[in-house]
């Protein structure tokens, strides 16, 4: 399902990520780790098209993210679905309206949108906070309504960056314990993060890299520690 | 159905970002209008007196003096069937010859004068181009006409036409350059929304297209408060008292001149809701990149 091939991306001379190859299949989940700096966050811009790749191929769904023109790159993110550190909320929306917007901009009809947008809610079990605005929810809860919203449209694919930065350890643990059940039902999804306790309570394939390479990949892995992949 | 809904969200979206500019609404909306009501007082002034130059060339009278051995009412046939001439009259050298002796009693003597045709045009810039081509006629001995009075009316004419032109173009331009600005600080404003929008994969027709109507929408309510306030200046200060004193002053001033009010507005809506949109696209293809 994403695919890159000797992917490498600098930055005014500067190597942010080095010869990348990487496969993640289709209802994997995978993490991306690897301290700040390490390319984590470059990799994950390529792979929504917020960057394209000084060198090399990016691949989503077999469609070659260097050759998208403009007018591609939405529809390419209408099959993505993705969630960020700091949840990119519309903050005058509520969570009903700010998971409910992307469809009503494709001119959905309003009792689609409805019937959607609460499957989505709950999923993240949040139907009883749908007319709250972002500020009045908890970030854990903020967190949820970004991933109703990129759930929402039935995306093959979920990318969240750093999705636990702003939580707390518990409500991290939750957030990717939802995000793992959203993959039961056949989604790819790939989470960077930092976070050792979270990727070690869950144990799936382990993706770490250091200086914009990939150092390991390890299917049941536990986070790096002192330089050493803990298996 | 669908791109109907798509279109309703655009409109909602773009009166999301009137609601969310706030006082910049005002502060567009009065600069546009502003150059508005100088761009339609310059049009009602331009065409007025346009139609005041037209109106003295129409009244210029080219005279033909036609040859002894032929036909006045045949020669002026022909003449009619020039496309310049809006009027032919013959002035019968006999009946012209009868009034001399009344008015001015001359001595008997046989009638010198020629039999003589008045021909007036459509527009004054054509008597310069018809004269010649009378001069041409078989029956024709000679054409007189005010030839410095022709040429200074279409100077006049032309100076306005091209003093209409610019000012309108420094005008658009100004306000363009005004909406343009305005719309660039809502992007501003809004740009962690775009930037949510874009990442959510919605299109760039969809981002864009509420800052283009937003614009128009700016030319629109300032083409409203322009008129209000041309109409005003119209209703209470020009008819009342300069078209009246005018008059009383020129007795042969003709009245009933201008471009019709309606017409103005309509003008200034057209051009006020082009050159907002234009400044809507303009600020949104440069400052928001998707």
Known sequence: ????????????????????????ALGEFAFLVGPSGAGKSTLMRLLYREEVPTSGNVFIGGVNLNKLSSPQIPLLRRRLG????????????????????????HGIDEKEVRKRVNSALNVVNLEDKQDAFPDELSGGEQQRVGIARAIVNGPPVLLADEP???????????????????????????ISTHDHTIVNTMRRRVISMRAGEVATDIDSGFYEVQGQIQV | MRHLRV????????????????????????????????????????MTLKDVVNYFGSQMVISAFLKDNFEPGKVAQEISQFVEVRLVEVIDKNKSWGEMQKTMKVASIPNPLPNTLHIRVA????????APKLQLLSGVEAVRYP???????????????????????????????VIGNTIHLV?????????????????HFYIKCPFVLQGAFY???????????????????????????LVSFASMMPTGFGYNLVETFLVMLALGMAVGAGGGAWASGRYIKI
């Not at chain 1, 490498?8 to 496969?23: E, P, Q």
């Not at chain 2, 009075?149 to 306000?175: C, D, K, M, Y």
């Open chain 1, 1 to 24: 399902m994403i695919r890159l091939q000797n992917v490498s991306k600098s930055y005014a001379g500067r190597l942010a990520l080095k010869d990348v190859n990487l496969h993640v």
């Open chain 2, 123 to 130: 527009k004054p810039e054509q008597v310069e181009k018809l």
């Open chain 2, 7 to 46: 279109f309703w969200r655009i409109c909602v979206e773009t009166m999301l970002g009137i609601k969310h500019s706030g006082w910049s609404n005002w502060l567009v909306v009065s600069i546009l209008a502003i150059a508005l009501t100088i761009f339609g007082s310059v049009l009602q002034l331009t």
């Open chain 2, 187 to 203: 992007i501003q404003a809004r740009h962690k929304e775009i930037e949510i929008l874009s990442l959510m994969g919605v299109g």
């Open chain 1, 82 to 105: 993705i969630i960020f550190q700091d949840y990119k909320l519309l903050t005058r929306q509520t969570a009903y309206d700010n998971v409910a917007y992307i469809l009503r901009a």
């Open chain 1, 164 to 190: 636990t930065g702003n939580l707390d350890p518990a409500t991290s643990l939750e957030i990717v314990q939802l995000l793992a059940r959203i993959s039961q039902r056949g989604t790819t999804v790939l």
């Open chain 2, 219 to 245: 030319g629109a309510v300032s083409a409203l408060f322009a008129a209000v306030v041309i109409i005003g200046v119209e209703l209470y200060v020009i008819k009342p008292y300069v078209s009246n004193e």
């Open chain 2, 147 to 177: 030839m410095m009075v022709a040429r200074r009316l279409n100077e006049v004419r032309h100076f306005f036409e091209i003093a209409g032109v610019a000012v309108t173009a420094v005008l658009a331009f100004a306000t363009l350059i």
